[in-house]
Antibody, heavy 122, light 107 residues
Framework: QVQLVQSGAEVKKPGASVKVSCKAS????????LHWVRQAPGQGLQWVGW????????NSAQKFQGRVTMTRDTSITTAYMELSGLKSDDTAIYYC???????????????WGQGTLVTVSS | DIQMTQSPSTLSASVGDRVTITCRAS??????LDWYQQKPGKAPKLLIY???VLESGVPSRFSGSGSGTEFTLTISSLQPDDFATYYC?????????FGQGTKVEIK
């Protein structure tokens, strides 16, 4: 079965960087785009970006461009999202999610990780 | 960015009720609209994609309709497991955006 297992909670100071991992199993890692979506406490959902694990290509929302770096290590079927220049309003649960369709970034998120809480506080 | 607006924000209903949630897009998104269910402390779950296609394993009491700028999610007979928050999301153009959510509460 498809599983996405994320790294544990992080507490960071303003201006720091955080790197969240997403370990995939149960399917061919390079066949499906992986997305990152965040949710501030008690708030709605916000798409951050995607990575194509096959090519390493990425795309992110303009809001995060210049601050977000998405990478992958195919040897261990793991994707990473690093967010730099953290601010207090980056405090959120960060989810990785697998695309619904193979070889496409459809924007439909069929499988989700359990989420990683990132807290930014001085 | 395309703005997605859901109504109502909160809905109180009883088991067995027929429930309808509306989602409006700020511009034409064709049928590129998904619905998710989220329970407290859990990740969202995909229910419907492309406005009306039921994701595998999702009960048939859930249905979606609409195109262009107006969409609906209907639960034909609300079950205890359905009390949750529901989000619509457009996948027509970047950045993909979500509605603010509709919380379905027990009446």
């Amino acid at each position: 079965q498809v599983q996405l297992v994320q790294s544990g909670a992080e507490v960071k100071k303003p201006g720091a960087s955080v790197k969240v991992s997403c370990k995939a199993s149960g399917y061919t890692f390079t066949d499906y785009y992986l997305h990152w979506v965040r949710q501030a406490p008690g708030q709605g959902l916000q798409w951050v970006g995607w990575i194509n694990p096959n090519s390493g290509g990425t795309n992110s929302a303009q809001k995060f461009q210049g601050r977000v770096t998405m990478t992958r290590d195919t040897s261990i079927t793991t994707a990473y999202m690093e967010l730099s220049g953290l601010k207090s309003d980056d405090t959120a649960i960060y989810y990785c999610a697998r695309d619904r369709l193979a070889s496409a970034g459809t924007g439909s998120f069929a499988y989700w990780g359990q989420g990683t809480l990132v807290t930014v506080s001085s | 960015d395309i703005q997605m607006t859901q109504s109502p924000s909160t809905l109180s209903a009883s088991v067995g009720d027929r429930v309808t949630i509306t989602c409006r897009a700020s511009q034409n998104i064709g049928n590129w609209l998904d619905w998710y269910q989220q329970k407290p402390g859990k990740a969202p779950k995909l229910l419907i994609y492309e406005a009306s296609v039921l994701e595998s394993g999702v009960p048939s009491r859930f249905s979606g309709s609409g195109s262009g700028t107006e969409f609906t999610l209907t639960i034909s007979s609300l079950q205890p497991d359905d009390f949750a928050t529901y989000y619509c999301q457009q996948e027509n153009s970047y950045p993909w955006t979500f509605g603010q959510g509709t919380k379905v509460e027990i009446k």
